[in-house]
């Protein structure tokens, strides 16, 4: 059954903060009512869960969850588990299934902290690169600040799963990032940009290449505890865009941390 009322169980957090982040709109974010997780990289996350939660028995958020598709699949393999989905569009909110072990939370990221609960299991999707401010630094602090703000949310044994695009630079290894989020970002050829294929333009999205990703885990307490590249992915860009934006190697991967001892 989907869900297209502001649905029961919908939990409206108070939102006191300035929001800092920018949000797509719903022409947008319609382009995310789909999912990533192919049959590889469930394989990459399904055996770390099988692994550190072996008794199936865990809490986990499902941060920029979307429509729900991935919290729906964990319901359905961990039947003792129970799952939130947080995420701040509506449009996507209301694509959800109905669960008797979910719960479903429409608010931004900006306010994890408000949540008065611990998980067992913190899940980032490819929703890091969407967390942009007015600037790539911005940006930046609030990939960091997102990543702060659940330490305080995890569970002692809990672990934190995320999913996200690599992006290297052929030669400068953090210029592709640089470029992608200039172009996407500027409101003046957003036009443009959207043509040559980008949803996030006039918003911005800012992508990392993997150095970058880790450079920013080591910031965070918490350690990495496994390290995967879906080998699968093919990329998608065109040869013509790549040399434009100086990308070498493109791929998804998926970090697995805990908390630092
Ligand atoms: C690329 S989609 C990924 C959706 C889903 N995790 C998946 O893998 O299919 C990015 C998601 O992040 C959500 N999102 C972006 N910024 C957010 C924010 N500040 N707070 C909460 N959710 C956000 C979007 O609404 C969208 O659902």
């Given at each position: 059954?989907?869900?297209?009322?502001?649905?029961?169980?919908?939990?409206?957090?108070?939102?006191?903060?300035?929001?800092?982040?920018?949000?797509?709109?719903?022409l947008?974010?319609?382009?995310?009512?789909?999912?990533?997780?192919?049959?590889?990289?469930?394989?990459?996350?399904?055996?770390?869960?099988?692994?550190?939660?072996?008794?199936?028995n865990?809490?986990?958020?499902?941060?920029?969850?979307g429509?729900?598709?991935f919290?729906?699949?964990?319901l359905?393999?961990?039947?003792?588990?129970?799952?939130?989905?947080?995420?701040?569009?509506?449009?996507?909110?209301?694509?959800?299934?109905?669960?008797?072990?979910?719960?479903?939370?429409?608010?931004?990221?900006?306010?994890?902290?408000?949540?008065?609960?611990k998980?067992?299991?913190?899940?980032?999707n490819?929703?890091?690169?969407?967390?942009?401010?007015?600037?790539?630094?911005?940006?930046?602090?609030?990939?960091?600040?997102?990543?702060?703000?659940?330490?305080?949310?995890?569970?002692?044994?809990?672990?934190?799963?995320?999913?996200?695009?690599?992006?290297?630079?052929?030669?400068?290894?953090?210029?592709?990032?640089?470029?992608?989020?200039?172009?996407?970002?500027?409101?003046?050829?957003a036009?443009?940009?959207?043509?040559?294929?980008?949803?996030?333009?006039?918003?911005?999205?800012?992508?990392?290449?993997?150095?970058?990703?880790?450079?920013?885990?080591?910031?965070?307490?918490?350690?990495?505890?496994?390290?995967?590249?879906?080998?699968?992915?093919?990329?998608?860009?065109?040869?013509?865009?790549?040399?434009?934006?100086?990308?070498?190697?493109?791929?998804?991967?998926?970090?697995?941390?805990?908390?630092?001892?």
């Open positions: 059954m989907v869900i297209n009322s502001k649905v029961q169980k919908l939990i409206k957090l108070k939102n006191m903060q300035v929001r800092k982040m920018k949000q797509l709109n719903d947008q974010l319609e382009y995310f009512d789909t999912e990533y997780v192919n049959p590889t990289r469930w394989e990459i996350v399904k055996v770390l869960i099988d692994k550190d939660f072996p008794d199936g865990f809490k986990f958020l499902d941060v920029g969850g429509n729900g598709v919290t729906d699949r964990l359905q393999s961990y039947p003792n588990s129970e799952g939130t989905v947080l995420d701040n569009s509506e449009l996507l909110l209301s694509k959800n299934l109905h669960h008797p072990r979910k719960n479903i939370i429409c608010d931004s990221v900006e306010n994890l902290g408000n949540l008065n609960q998980y067992d299991l913190i899940n980032f490819w929703v890091l690169h969407h967390l942009v401010g007015k600037s790539y630094n911005d940006s930046r602090n609030n990939m960091l600040s997102a990543l702060h703000n659940v330490e305080s949310l995890l569970t002692d044994n809990g672990r934190v799963s995320i999913f996200e695009n690599m992006y290297d630079g052929i030669f400068l290894d953090n210029l592709p990032s640089h470029l992608i989020f200039k172009l996407t970002s500027m409101k003046m050829i036009g443009i940009i959207h043509k040559m294929g980008a949803n996030t333009a006039g918003v911005g999205v800012c992508f990392l290449s993997k150095k970058q990703w880790v450079a920013t885990l080591n910031k965070t307490h918490f350690s990495v505890q496994n390290y995967a590249d879906d080998k699968e992915s093919k990329s998608i860009i065109p040869l013509s865009h790549r040399i434009f934006l100086h990308l070498g190697h493109v791929r998804v991967g998926h970090f697995w941390l805990s908390k630092c001892v």
